[in-house]
């Protein structure tokens, strides 16, 4: 393996049937794949997304904090249907959550989710940041400073940053480097400016970016696959 730890954000779109729910072939497809990472000895921690759940608003008169609160309890689900998975493909898995509830998963705590990690447990961090008007893409970049983790990847529902949303401009071209800057001055969308900031602000080197088509995709990049994008400083 290229690195020693990594953590890596999981698309809740791309676990989805057609973008949506679960598909469950799938899921069992990546929980066999990141098991097999912890059992190589990658130290591994997980972010996913809640999209195949929840995004955004009911409606522009719903309350913003009821609908990230939504957000984050469908992140919660999320890894609790990814531990599951990795369980029964024979690794251990521990879910933290940034809000407590303490029947259903561990409190986040810092300390505890770096010894989980070292002792080759796959760390799923529910919850977002635990702050509504944070998305996940924060959350990931906040726990990847705090884990102090090799590498950052992100794995969504399409292979890479491109110029627009290739699904509905057939002109849009694949961008395989491009800045924090750039990207958010082209407003490229890959990130929130939050994770931007915090990218830049915690030196953080590299952010791989790419397809979470197959969950192969996840091994090979961590293994030095250069497909996708990567965005750097």
Not at 150 to 158: E, Q
Not at 214 to 224: D, F, L, P, Q, R
Request: net charge negative; with cysteine.
């Amino acid at each position: 393996m290229k690195y020693n730890s990594i953590l890596l954000k999981l698309s809740g779109e791309a676990l989805g049937e057609n973008g949506r729910l679960f598909d469950q072939d799938k899921i069992m497809e990546v929980g066999r794949v990141l098991a097999e990472i912890v059992k190589g000895g990658t130290q591994l921690g997980i972010v996913i997304g809640a999209g195949n759940i929840w995004r955004g608003r009911q409606s522009q008169e719903m309350d913003a904090v009821t609908a990230d609160h939504m957000g984050m309890l469908g992140t919660v689900i999320n890894c609790l249907c990814m531990r599951d998975a990795i369980e029964r493909n024979g690794a251990e898995a521990v879910v933290f959550s940034a809000i407590d509830m303490p029947r259903v998963c561990e409190p986040y705590n810092v300390q505890s989710a770096r010894e989980a990690m070292k002792n080759g447990k796959v760390v799923l961090f529910a919850g977002g940041s635990g702050n509504p008007f944070f998305t996940t893409d924060t959350a990931v970049v906040l726990r990847a400073a705090e884990m102090k983790v090799d590498a950052l990847l992100l794995a969504k529902n399409i292979d890479g940053v491109y110029t627009a949303d290739p699904r509905k401009d057939a002109s849009a071209v694949l961008l395989r480097d491009v800045s924090y800057g750039e990207a958010m001055a082209r407003n490229l969308k890959v990130m929130d400016t939050a994770a931007f900031a915090m990218l830049n602000e915690q030196h953080i080197p590299t952010v791989r970016v790419f397809g979470l088509d197959s969950a192969e995709s996840i091994t090979a990049v961590i293994n030095g696959d250069d497909r996708g994008t990567v965005l750097h400083p």
